[in-house]
């Protein structure tokens, strides 16, 4: 299994590519609640992503930035709809 990460100071994204299946894994460590939404509200369609490609690829917002990379890496596997994604919460403790 290979695995890239997205982010520069702080890790946004990691894809994971799936033997045998040819599914990729995303695994969301960034913390954006509007994105983190969006990506659930969607995760069943990832084309829907690709639509907003050139928005994401421009914009200031990290979790926008970042995606965008990931789709530019593992655009194939956007359109057929091979992404799972993954989301990994971080507890602060106190």
């Given amino acids: ?3 890239r990460c997205y982010g520069e100071n702080r890790l946004s994204y990691a894809v994971t590519v799936r033997s045998g299946n040819g599914r990729i894994k995303v695994f ?3 913390e954006n609640k509007s994105m983190r939404e969006t990506l659930r509200g969607n995760s069943n369609n990832p084309l829907k992503f690709l639509r907003r490609y050139d928005a994401f690829s421009r914009s200031n917002i990290r979790a926008k930035y970042w ?3 990931v789709m530019e890496d ?3 596997h ?6 799972d994604f993954t989301f990994v919460t971080f507890r602060q403790g106190g």
Avoid: T, W
Wanted: net charge positive; charged share 30%; aromatic share 16%.
């Fill in 1 to 3: 299994m290979a695995e």
């Fill in 28 to 30: 969301v460590f960034h």
């Fill in 67 to 69: 995606l965008a990379r």
């Fill in 74 to 76: 593992y655009r194939s």
């Fill in 78 to 83: 956007f359109e057929k709809n091979l992404v």
